[in-house]
């Protein structure tokens, strides 16, 4: 195969993108605005049909050397146990979801990209233009204070929800924003739950936690409005006041506040140019799916590459990007205040211990948005 591919973005989208069409034959080239890799942790759910991608292009081993799994999640008010939704009666190998920090799986990916191909990652690049022809695309862009253009067959933009590459082949991008406000931050554990993770439901809203490697927990809570400028205080005056719980507040590592927004590409292709990931579609990172679900859009459009066809891309993975905001949404619902809290809480509590919640772990692990390919 001579095509030559231009992926713009080099973060873990762009990144299995670029490792990807590397798999199935093609040339790539990573063109990537930061020079330096990200330092935060950011996104850190691996969800099993991930894992699954990783398999076949040899990358999982890495990720399970680094990663925490986690096979429970439970489920508390604050004061009262709910229940727990176990990920063990899920498919095997991969029962669990992995927690790994983005920026260890930017790295990683990174790695394993320039092993393969180690002159084709470009970073310090911005792109300023695309043009295309009936059988090229140029890419315009300035290097170092240089103007410069590269040829390819097929350029993809990965590079997130304000993607220039979208911007500059004029596709319409467009959305809501939610009500949700959320402050989330990273310390020591001393919660004993081990490697599970928990989801508290006291009547103020949503307190969510999770594992980190190195002993450390990440902390995320509803807030009534968005804080521009939070403090680990803040974070830890909302857990105590909720849920009864003191966290280390000098242990603080990272920090911040977010809103959330669903936005879709109105195509997720015009002619030579595609987009993958946050470029084509962001969710609510509540349920930890966007950084999957662009995973998922990027071996859907690889595959589609090696057989010859991009065809139906587009389409196909618009399906897959409906189904996981609405449960994202619902995720959301589940952690607003609640005017009627023990009620919800009688409703969760009576799933949790039906044959229901082999549904939730089922759901909580992105099973059944897309598995065409099998």
Request: include cysteine.
């Amino acid at each position: 195969m001579s095509k030559e591919i231009v992926i713009v973005g080099g973060g873990p989208v762009g990144l299995f993108m670029g490792i990807a069409l590397l798999e199935h034959g093609f040339s790539c080239t990573i063109l990537e605005q930061r020079k330096e890799l990200i330092s935060d942790t950011r996104s850190l759910g691996i969800h099993p049909v991930s894992l699954e991608l990783f398999d076949q292009l040899n990358l999982t081993e890495t990720f399970l050397e680094n990663g925490i799994k986690v096979f429970e999640g439970i489920a508390h008010t604050g004061k009262r146990l709910l229940g727990a939704v176990t990920f063990e009666q899920c498919p095997e190998p991969y029962n669990y979801i992995l927690i790994n920090p983005q920026n260890e799986t930017e790295r990683i990916l990174r790695d394993e990209f320039l092993k393969r191909s180690p002159s084709s990652y470009k970073t310090g690049i911005e792109v300023t233009h695309i043009q295309q022809g009936s059988d090229h695309v140029d890419v315009h862009y300035g290097e170092n204070g240089h103007k410069k253009n590269l040829s390819a067959d097929f350029v993809i933009g990965c590079d997130g929800k304000n993607s220039r590459v979208r911007q500059a082949i004029g596709i319409h991008y467009s959305g809501k924003r939610y009500p949700d406000t959320y402050i989330m931050g990273d310390f020591e554990d001393n919660t004993g739950l081990n490697t599970n993770a928990a989801v508290y439901l006291p009547a103020e809203g949503l307190i969510e936690c999770f594992p980190l490697p190195g002993n450390k927990r990440r902390w995320v809570v509803k807030t009534d409005d968005y804080v521009n400028s939070p403090t680990a205080e803040q974070l830890s005056a909302l857990i105590k006041d909720r849920i009864g719980h003191s966290i280390p507040v000098s242990t603080n590592s990272m920090l911040s506040s977010f809103g959330v927004q669903h936005l879709m590409a109105e195509s997720f292709q015009k002619g030579r140019v595609f987009l993958v990931g946050d470029a084509a579609h962001v969710v609510s990172p509540i349920g930890g799916q966007g950084m999957n679900l662009g995973w998922l859009g990027a071996w859907n459009l690889a595959l589609r590459f090696k057989n010859g066809t991009t065809e139906g891309y587009s389409t196909s993975h618009q399906v897959v990007v409906k189904k996981a905001a609405m449960r994202a949404e619902m995720n959301m619902k589940i952690g607003r205040k609640s005017r009627f809290p023990l009620l919800k809480e009688t409703v969760l509590k009576g799933i949790l211990h039906s044959p229901l919640r082999h549904i939730l772990a089922k759901l909580f692990t992105m099973r059944g948005l897309d598995n065409w390919w099998v």
